[in-house]
């Protein structure tokens, strides 16, 4: 099992678009995702489950991905949170 | 037993037809319990695969503006159809608890709305509509599974609501006309109808209590009349209304030939709205003057990369030879970062896309994507008369930054030995008030103008058109927009600058003697409602509504100005 701290840093947040974006990104790997943030911990797989963390920008959130791909799972995501999920140009 | 009830006609048409009802999404289910527990869960499932299916043969046929304004909430909905937390928690509703998966439905609706209820951003907690949406279709697919339902041909849709999306799904089913509860005759989903020519009644609030599946039901979209079992005299009713359709649409189609010219002797110039050739094609055939509007970001949407320059020009030039000689009018990439997903362009997301780099600012702010866009505008005008746009200013400097970079781009097309035309006329689309309100410091810089009547409205009115919550807010009847439209259109007459409408407003044949009170000569308007149009300005007199305008322009509220058209409404 893998676990990472990553900061929200998107200026709307881990909104729909986002959202849409982390479950895409995550989609094509096998192994689990969860994402954990003020105290609540949810399918990283789910956009509803995401959503429902409602983390806004600022906020830390921890990624744990657990299965044979769990290494490359981490690097999209990480890489995903790096572009700000792609919404600067 | 006959009943009936006057609503709202959102879009004409009468009809004739079998009452098919849509629940509204809150599912009244009652608990039931099931003893197959497997064949349950593959009902469910077979239900998902087909409107998973169901989406995606949609998304195949949006084309044009319908992608932007369809094309996201469809993803949105693809990725919670697949929602891992969401089919597991329907597969153990009816695997642990023997739920149907109609129960199961309701039961996991109820559930995530109540987590999405406690949420503090109203975004996010307004995501339960999509969802709501989501689990709906499915209800829907687990029904139209049984037998007797399956086929819409000659149904009249009966429903709380209607998505844009579902309405152009409905009609080539073969539904009739549609009636809903909700709604509002100036939605998306209206004027999709209108320009599909389907039927739909909007507001009929009772609607779904005094309709069963079934029944027999008489309606008309241009009065917003249904009829639930209707009698003799009710059915004799509707053969008068088809006949007069079709006595109508001979009439109409007797103006093809005619000039747009009032009955003393005013030619109203005619252009149409178009963004693909079809359009172009019906926009000829009717005698429009020209294009009064050709969108370009139909070429943009729904691809992960630019078009080049070559691809643009091929488009461009394919219009503007279509129109033989007519002019053609494209308007430069109106796109904001509401509608740039999948466009190649990589746009910030904006908690406000409305007042954001749109139009001409996101043009100015990728000087190389403008370029482009203007090389092969300004390619195609070797082939026929082309005329420039831009959308969404709202100051004198865009107006000048543009046409510098025009101009440049006209002398390098020319050292690189293309044939273009002499002048190509650029023109500023007034849609933002600041712009309408400065106009006289720029009008010099321009050779012409459109005004954007659905933009300026939202700006001026501060009332966004898809909020129904907001009802009549949003409206061309209200004092603040005839004054801004009269000042415009005399401004741009005093420096002899031709002025156009080439919003929706241009195509409400009820609005014309309003318009031409106000001066107006030029209008652009979507290719379904020019004949209807141009009846209308025969049967005006121009001077005598000239003449009007001072107490058009007195009248205080909404009221006053439906009765200034009462009076001078002909005949």
């Known amino acids: ?89 | 037993m006959r009943w009936a009830l006057t609503a709202h006609g959102a879009s004409r048409g009468a009809a004739l037809g079998r009452a098919r009802l849509r629940l509204p999404h809150a599912l009244h289910v009652d608990e039931q319990r099931i003893e197959d527990v497997e064949g349950e869960v593959s009902r469910l499932h077979a239900a998902i695969d087909s409107v998973r299916e169901e989406m995606h043969t949609l998304r195949e046929r949006l084309h044009g503006a319908l992608v932007q304004e369809v094309g996201e909430f469809l993803d949105l909905h693809a990725l919670l159809l697949d929602d891992p937390e969401l089919l597991h928690g329907l597969d153990q509703l009816i695997r642990n608890d023997h739920y149907s998966a109609d129960y199961a439905l309701r039961l996991q609706r109820d559930r995530i709305a109540g987590v999405f209820g406690t949420m503090d951003d109203a975004y996010l907690r307004s995501r339960i509509d999509d969802i709501d949406q989501v689990i709906g279709r499915i209800h829907a697919a687990l029904h139209s599974c049984d037998a007797e339902l399956q086929g819409a041909s000659g149904d009249i849709l009966v429903a709380h609501d209607i998505a844009p999306a579902e309405l152009a799904q409905l009609q080539s089913q073969g539904v009739l006309a549609v009636v809903t509860a909700a709604g509002s005759a100036l939605s998306h989903s209206a004027i999709l109808a209108r320009s599909l020519h389907l039927p739909l009644i909007v507001g009929a609030a009772d609607a779904l209590l005094k309709i069963n599946n079934g029944d027999v039901l008489v309606v008309d979209g241009g009065t917003g009349l249904i009829v639930r079992e209707p009698r003799a005299s009710d059915l004799r009713e509707h053969r008068a209304r088809l006949k007069e359709e079709a006595r109508e649409r001979k009439q109409l189609n007797r103006l093809r030939r005619v000039p747009s010219r009032t009955r003393d002797g005013a030619d109203i110039k005619l252009w149409a709205n178009a963004e693909s050739l079809q359009d172009v094609a019906e926009a000829h055939a009717l005698g429009s003057a020209g294009i009064g509007l050709y969108r370009t970001e139909f070429l943009f949407l729904q691809r992960n990369e630019l078009p080049d320059e070559d691809e643009q020009f091929r488009a461009y030039r394919d219009v503007v030879l279509s129109m033989t000689g007519r002019p053609v009018t494209i308007r430069t990439l109106d796109l904001g970062a509401d509608k740039a997903d999948h466009t190649g362009l990589t746009l910030r997301d904006e908690p406000n896309p409305a007042l954001g780099l749109r139009g001409i600012r996101l043009s100015l702010a990728h000087e190389a994507l403008f370029v482009t866009q203007l090389r092969a505008i300004v390619r195609a005008s070797g082939y026929g008369q082309v005329r420039i746009l831009l959308p969404m200013i709202s100051n004198r400097e865009e107006v000048l930054t543009a046409r510098d970079l025009l101009k440049r781009t006209t002398r390098d097309l020319r050292s690189e030995g293309y044939e273009i035309a002499d002048f190509i006329a650029l023109g500023a689309m007034i849609e933002v008030p600041a712009a309408a309100i400065a106009l006289p410091g720029f009008i010099t810089a321009v050779d012409f103008i459109s005004i954007g009547t659905n933009d300026l409205m939202q700006y001026l009115l501060a009332a966004d058109r898809n909020n129904e919550a907001l009802g009549e807010l949003y409206t061309p009847l209200h004092p603040a927009m005839l004054r801004l439209l009269h000042d415009v259109i005399r401004t741009a007459h005093r420096r002899d600058k031709p002025v156009a409408v080439c919003g929706e407003m241009a195509g409400d044949a009820a609005l014309v003697p309003l318009l031409l009170a106000l001066g107006l000569e030029e209008l652009s308007l979507h290719p379904t409602t020019l004949l209807e149009v141009r009846r209308a300005i025969r049967d005006c007199d121009f001077a005598q509504l000239r003449a009007a305008v001072t107490k058009l322009l007195r009248c205080p509220d909404r009221a006053g100005i439906e009765r200034w058209l009462g009076t001078v409404a002909v005949g």
Do not use: Y
């Open chain 1, 1 to 89: 099992m893998l676990e990472r701290e990553l900061i929200v840093s998107n200026r709307l947040g881990l909104h729909a678009r986002a959202t849409a974006r982390l479950v895409q990104a995550l989609a094509p790997f096998q192994c689990n995702a969860t994402l954990s943030a003020k105290g609540r911990e949810v399918n990283a797989k789910s956009i509803m489950g995401v959503m429902l963390l409602a983390a806004g920008t600022g906020t830390p959130v921890v990624l744990r991905v657990d299965g044979k791909d769990e290494a490359a799972a981490m690097d999209a995501v990480v890489a995903l949170f790096e572009r700000r999920f792609d919404e600067d140009a």
